[in-house]
Structures are given as structure tokens and as C-alpha cells.
């Protein structure tokens, strides 16, 4: 059994599966489609997938563990956009709280209103904004039946893909001999866009406030004549 050196141990996708095993993925699913930010559930599910190829912990057939897990996946979205579409923009103007940190809901934010409603499909490759789509996707009144059209698509791709993969990709030797590192890597790659986000935020914030200083009025006081040439 392989042990991802990333983060806590009880956050580590061989962990949760041999302690809780279905049950407690399609738990953490449900949770961080909607309301709750686990990091990262794509190692999560890829495991899942290999697990079921060797036959250890998950005894229940592919078909039936892609099923369920697309099922968790596209119910919490459900609660997500629920909770949204009930609180909606006070959300928004709540202090930070154990769960809805302003931060985050303010990132998923600018997520949906770049890609609109296909937000809900990428969003699922997202760490955190996966999370957040769907609650800004309610609080900003997006149709219903728009929503469950990309959620639909989205817990199909993310949940049985990811999932399929590890159960096909994990068979082959080099990836099954190297696995904690493939874990780490995909864990590596689910923060890449997030990464990308950050820079890019950044580099926008730094050439506004240059473009503002640029820009802005000269002081008349500090242009005024000063000392006896003043008086003259």
C-alpha cells in the first residue's frame, strides 16, 4: 500500500480509503463538491480507481464505484448552488468563516464570471474553486436548468474519468512501482491553475497601480516655487 508524503497523513488518499473505504470517498466527494475544500480529491479518486483494479479495499466493481462517486459528486454541487441560491450576494459581505472564506468565494468568483456557465465543467479540475463554482453559480442566479446540464457533464468527466484512469493507468507496471510519485505529481498538476491565477493576479495588480501612478495629477504643491525665488 502506497503512502502519499504530502500533507497529513489522514488526508492521504491510502489512508482515507483503507479506514473508511467507498463509504468515506464518496463522502469526501459529496463534501467538496459543495461546501467543504478537501486538498486535493483528483489523488483521491485516481486511487480509488487502481484500488479497485488490485481488488483491495474496494470490492465493488468499477462500474459501480464510478456510478456512486459521479452520483456524490453532482448531489453536492446540488447543496452547493442551494446554499448559494438561499444566502446569495451576503455571502459575499460575511466575515471569513471556518467554511466560506472570503478569499475563496471571492476566486470562484472571478472563475465563473471569466468562463460562464462551462465554469461549472472546469471548475471540477480546480482545487477550491470546485468547491465554490456551485455556491456562486446560486448566489448569482444562474438558470437551474443550466446548472444541472454542466454539473451533469462535469461529475461525469471528473468523477468517472479520474477514477477510470487510475483503474487502467495503475495496471501498467511503471506507474504502479512509482505510484507515490505519480500521486505527488497529480497533486502537483490539480494546483497548477491556482498557481497560474496567483501570477497572473499579481502581475495585474502591479501594472495597475504602476498605470495609476503614471497617471495620476502631479501635486501642485510640490510644483509650487518655493524659497526667495517664491517671493519674487
Known sequence: MMT?????EWLSPDYLISEYGLPGILLIVFAESGFFAFLPGDSLLFTAGLLVAEGNYIE??????????VAAAITGDQVGYAIGRFFGPKLFNRPNSKVFKQE????????????????????RFVPIVRTFAPIVAGAGRMKYRTFIAYN?????????GITVAGYFLGQIGFIKENIEAILILIVLLSVVPIIIEFVRGRSKAK?????????APA?????????RHARR
Open 152 to 160: 451533469v457533464v462535469g461529475g461525469v468527466l471528473w468523477g468517472a
Open 4 to 8: 502519499l508524503a504530502l500533507g497529513p
Open 104 to 123: 475563496n468565494l471571492d476566486k470562484a468568483h472571478e472563475f465563473v464570471e471569466k468562463y460562464g456557465p462551462k465554469a461549472i465543467v472546469l471548475a
Open 207 to 215: 501594472k495597475e497601480a504602476a498605470l495609476a501612478a503614471a497617471t
Open 60 to 69: 465493488q466493481p468499477l462500474w459501480l464505484v464510478c456510478t456512486l462517486i
Open 219 to 227: 501635486d501642485p504643491a510640490a510644483q509650487a516655487p518655493r524659497g
